[in-house]
């Protein structure tokens, strides 16, 4: 028996600095066959679209939550609006990546944690690390030459 990688349909609520770069990241990942984009600063969500090629564009999450191509969403919003988008998300069966927090409201955090959890969902919180002194640091040492040619990293 072979394995079959789903094509991605990805939605990405949240168009601002992290979710440009995981859009344009998403866009050059042969996996991802569909792209779609939200964000309610138009100005900002239609640049990306255009930037990314996207497939869908809107500035109301629902409109793209609920679209036959999503199987998979990225919930990027300012921190405290992630439980709206990511709820509804869950209630369609969608795979998600929830950048960090969870929500800024402690009930709002277990409350979606459970609806993860009792549908069983293929979810995770991302956590960039990028300023953290540690990371820095060797981003300095990088950037000036000290550490060398750098080829592979692991983290």
């Known amino acids: ?3 079959t990688l789903e094509e991605i349909g990805l939605g990405i609520v949240g168009c601002g600095t992290i979710g440009r770069i995981r859009a344009k990241f998403a866009r050059e990942y042969p996996g991802v066959k569909w792209l779609g984009l939200c964000d309610i600063n138009d100005q900002l969500g239609k640049k990306l679209a255009e930037d990314t090629k996207a497939d869908f564009y809107t500035n109301d999450y629902s409109d793209l939550i609920k679209r036959p191509e999503v199987n998979a969403v990225m919930i990027i919003t300012d921190e405290n609006k992630h439980t709206e988008p990511t709820l ?4 369609q069966g969608h795979k998600l990546f929830i950048e960090k927090p969870l929500a800024t409201e402690a009930r709002e955090s277990e409350q979606i944690l459970r609806a993860i959890t009792d549908t069983g969902l ?3 919180v991302g956590y960039t690390q990028r ?7 060797v981003k300095e040492r990088i950037q000036t030459g000290q550490i060398g040619d750098v080829h592979t990293v692991t983290t």
Do not use: N
């Open 122 to 124: 293929d979810a995770c």
């Open 131 to 137: 300023f953290r002194r540690r990371f820095l640091t």
């Open 88 to 91: 509804m998300s869950v209630e």
């Open 1 to 3: 028996m072979t394995d």
